[in-house]
């Protein structure tokens, strides 16, 4: 019983920078490892980021790695993606999931709607 809901999601220039937000109910939030996940259309699942649950332990996709930046704020039980250097390649539907720390979508157990990153040409 973990509801999240993405935002920040949409229309940015190729280069720019974008930062999604995800907000979590419920009291156990710190419990929980954090990930980000995209997907484009006719592709599959892709793994972003994910941050432990202490905020102390994450693991970024080689694709993204040095552009987006993964945090928490377990106080306000919301995880961020800052998204830099934004390329055309980054768009896609990108959704935050609760679950177990790794890279694959199978260790998160609650997923939120999604909210749709486009990086124009």
């Known amino acids: 019983q973990v509801p999240l809901v993405e935002s920040g999601g949409g229309l940015v220039q190729a280069g720019g920078s974008l930062s999604l937000s995800c907000a979590a109910s419920?009291?156990?939030?710190?419990?929980?490892?954090m990930g980000w996940f995209r997907q484009a259309p006719g592709k599959e699942r892709e793994f972003v980021s994910t941050?432990?649950?202490?905020?102390?332990?994450?693991i970024t996709a080689d694709s993204v790695k040095g552009r987006f930046t993964i945090s928490r704020d377990n106080a306000k039980n919301i995880v961020y993606l800052r998204m830099n250097s934004l390329k055309h390649e980054d768009t896609a539907v990108y959704y935050c999931?609760?679950?177990?720390?790794?890279?694959?979508?199978?260790?998160?157990?609650?997923w939120g709607q999604g909210t749709q990153v486009t990086v124009s040409s």
């Open positions: 419920g009291r156990t939030f710190s419990q929980y490892a």
């Open positions: 999931a609760a679950g177990r720390f790794g890279r694959r979508p199978s260790e998160y157990a609650y």
């Open positions: 941050i432990g649950g202490s905020g102390q332990t994450i």
